[in-house]
């Protein structure tokens, strides 16, 4: 007779702690400069060596961290922090333990301040208002504001490039760029294009008066946002590495058995994630339309435990079950089915 479920379960739990990695007890510590002294607001990330997942907390008022006790695995973890504006002179590797674990961390003035802005730091940075740079928040959609600045494209070129940014689906990035089939340029009339490429050259000029065009540096002020503060210090951010550096989960949602399910933006995958050990699988989804723009956007469970894709340009819908592990595909019927298509939502 099989021994009920609760009396072999314990057992099995211990086995697995004793075969697997132990957990960490904690590792806390502070964050210093010799400018500032003890600072606040700084990202401390975590990361056990080899490991695909990072942990990361933030600094008190007083420069103190604490990772909680049992999220990360006892063994050699790598440290990185997040403050624009600085780098981390050391120690950028502890030895956690069974017992708690201290670290003193120095920062230094970053050696390259502009590497370190975000999209919205650039943005608040650069001169003129909004009037003049609110076009730059459609370049973010595909990759950051970095491609533009630290260029040395002159207003000339820039028209060309931004000519060739429209011609990409959103469905791109800079790993995976993909032309949209159909031309929406040539269906437009004479006067919208050139009142088209009248918007671009006024950008492009913009842009040739900011990048790195006969410059060596930026000729503005690179004001990062002020590091968080109070509550905003009192997080845990835990972060999964995907399998490939393209992967752009669009809709990442969690279904009742804890598992976490992504989707590519650029590809045709469909991915489960086991958020405790960070552990990922993946199916290909079936193409429907080779030629057209790769990718999906809505991701949803349904009450069976069926998962459905919306698959943008390739025009219909895809439902996954995963106990059999195959896809059932519903394209939209061709009189529907055009190159300019698209399925987001399901
Ligand atoms: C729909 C997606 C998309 C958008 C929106 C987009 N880009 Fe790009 N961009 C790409 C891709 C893909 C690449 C890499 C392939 C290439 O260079 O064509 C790229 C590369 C670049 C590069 C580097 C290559 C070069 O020729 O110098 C620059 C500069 C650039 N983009 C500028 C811009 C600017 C400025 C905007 C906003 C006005 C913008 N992009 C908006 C997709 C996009």
């Not at 050696?111 to 370190?116: D, L, N, S, V």
């Not at 080779?290 to 459905?308: E, H, I, Q, V, Y």
Request: some cysteine; aromatic content about 8%.
């Amino acid at each position: 007779m099989r021994p009920p479920p609760a009396r072999w379960a314990l057992p099995l739990l211990a086995m697995l702690a004793w075969s697997g990695t132990a957990l960490a007890q904690g590792l806390s510590g502070t964050v210093r400069s010799a400018e500032e002294g003890p600072m606040g607001g700084v990202l401390v990330n975590a990361r056990a060596a080899g490991s695909t997942i990072t942990v990361t907390v933030v600094t008190d008022a007083e420069g103190r961290f604490a990772f909680p006790a049992g999220r990360l695995p006892a063994g050699p973890t790598e440290l990185s922090v997040r403050a624009a504006g600085w780098d981390l002179a050391g120690p950028e590797k502890v030895e956690l333990t069974a017992a708690p674990v201290t670290a003193a961390l120095i920062l230094n003035p970053a050696t390259e301040p502009a590497m370190q802005l975000s999209n919205a730091e650039w943005i608040a940075s650069l001169p003129g208002g909004d009037a003049d740079n609110h076009f730059l928040q459609n370049c973010t959609n595909c990759h950051t504001l970095k491609q533009p600045l630290f260029s040395d494209h002159d207003a000339k070129e820039f028209v060309e490039v931004q000519l060739r940014m429209a011609s990409y689906a959103q469905a791109s990035s800079l790993l995976r760029p993909q032309v949209l089939l159909q031309d929406r340029v040539a269906n437009q009339s004479a006067a919208a294009q050139a009142a088209r490429r009248k918007v671009f050259e006024r950008q492009a000029a913009y842009l040739a008066q900011h990048n790195l065009w006969q410059k060596e540096g930026f000729d503005f002020r690179l004001t990062p946002f002020p590091r968080p503060s109070g509550r905003a210090t009192r997080m845990v951010v835990t972060e999964y590495d995907l399998p490939e550096t393209t992967r752009q989960p669009h809709d990442v949602i969690v279904t009742a058995d804890g598992m976490v399910w992504y989707n590519s933006f650029t590809e045709q995958v469909l991915g489960r994630l086991d958020p405790k050990t960070g552990e990922t699988r993946e199916w290909m989804v079936p193409t429907l339309k080779p030629d057209s723009p790769k990718g999906s956007l809505a991701l949803r469970a349904d009450r069976d435990g069926n998962l459905w894709m919306g698959l943008s340009y390739q025009g219909g819908v895809a439902r996954f079950d995963p106990r059999t592990e195959t896809f059932r595909m519903y394209p939209l019927p061709a009189r529907l089915n055009r190159d300019s298509t698209q399925t987001t939502e399901v």
